[in-house]
């Protein structure tokens, strides 16, 4: 459920899965104007829906419609998945981080919140999530970077925990000694303008990744790449973020497989 929605890659990602357990189901897509969103949230335990996915512009508003809502959904102020329940109520969670750290230990074994400081770029729900589910996790500082300070200020203050706001303009040099570099801003994604960042300061050894898949590989994990730094790139948090939704809904935990990924990247390319 989202406005604009014929983009979003969800339909391609769990009809893969329902057709694989062969279940009798069927995941479509709801484009819903501003003006009908909580009355078109409030109708799914009639029209027989088990659940829904909320995306760009609802995530908020999804939140203050449901009947309860998951700790992390109310700690992050987002709802990204809803299950209807028996008796009806609507059951809010929000599974980005989830999504996040899974995909970024599926694409990189070897890491841990104890290798040191991280960098997240970003003041949006994705930054909210990221630093919550990394807060959650043990790092040990978070260098949280936007190009609206007093978004990341903000941020800051409601999540709490080790936790520093950087200047944007200070960026590059917020890279000295980090472990991990996350970017969660819409920069470098296709038909927006590119990220510009220098990784001079970066250790090698730091992990690079960005939840932008839409360029699969951005210019940010390329430059990264070239360096020698490991990167992981963004389409694993979308195939892991749906597992939660799709475990509750239909009963059967789903897996990310390699043909899963390739099938859903099919999705990108035509």
Known sequence: ???????????RLHGYWLRRYEIDGTYI??????????KALAAL????????????????AALAAVHTASQEARRIGAVNTVVVGRDGELNGSNT????F???????????TAGHGAVVVLGGGGAARAVCAVLIDSGVPEIRLINRT???????????GGPVETIPWELRDEALDGAALLVNTTTLGMTGNPPLELNLAALPSEAVVTD????????????????????VVDGLGMLLHQARPGFAAWFGLEPEVTPELRAFVLGGLSG
């Open 101 to 111: 750290v899974e995909n970024l230990k599926s694409g990189y074994p070897g890491w």
């Open 29 to 38: 897509p709801l484009p819903v104007r501003p003006k009908d969103f909580s």
């Open 45 to 60: 335990p009639a029209l027989g829906f088990l659940g829904v996915n909320v995306t760009f512009p609802y995530k908020e």
């Open 211 to 230: 939840i932008v898949y839409n360029p699969l590989e951005t210019e940010l994990l390329r430059q990264a790449k070239l360096r020698g730094n490991p």
């Open 149 to 159: 300070r007093s978004r990341a200020e903000t941020l800051t203050s409601d999540l």
């Open 1 to 11: 459920m989202g406005y604009p929605v014929a983009h979003s890659l969800s339909p």
């Open 96 to 99: 980005d981080g989830f999504g």
